[in-house]
């Protein structure tokens, strides 16, 4: 089992930046890479941006690219993602994601931490 908490979202005008944090905890030895997504209200979820743990390379969505920075710790288990140029399409639920079983399994999901962006 594997715990994720995320945090450091809130609400911040367009153009603006914040910078959530997931902290994992429990069997993370094994750990792939880790994820951002998002669902904004009435929209599917989608893909942010993933980190893959050991080597450190970022895949980021398109509409992210140049704005968002996504980055790890890994002693402390650890994964962040700066966002920058805030725009009020970013608002959304984002949730962190880590896959243990292979690249992008997304095997547990963290609660979701609220960004809303203010235009």
């Known amino acids: 089992q594997v715990q994720l908490v995320e945090s450091g979202g809130g609400l911040v005008q367009a153009g603006g930046s914040l910078r959530l944090s997931c902290a994992a905890s429990?069997?993370?030895?094994?750990?792939?890479?880790m994820g951002w997504f998002r669902q904004a209200p009435g929209k599917e979820r989608e893909f942010v941006a993933r980190?893959?743990?050991?080597?450190?390379?970022?895949y980021y969505a398109n509409f992210v690219k140049g704005r968002f920075t996504i980055s790890r710790d890994n002693a402390k288990d650890t994964m962040y993602l700066q966002m920058n140029s805030l725009k009020p399409e970013d608002t959304a639920v984002y949730y962190c994601?880590?896959?243990?079983?292979?690249?992008?399994?997304?095997?547990?999901w963290g609660q979701g931490t609220q960004v809303t962006v203010s235009s």
């Open positions: 980190i893959h743990w050991s080597s450190g390379r970022p």
């Open positions: 994601t880590v896959s243990l079983r292979g690249f992008g399994s997304n095997d547990y």
């Open positions: 429990g069997r993370t030895a094994s750990t792939y890479d």
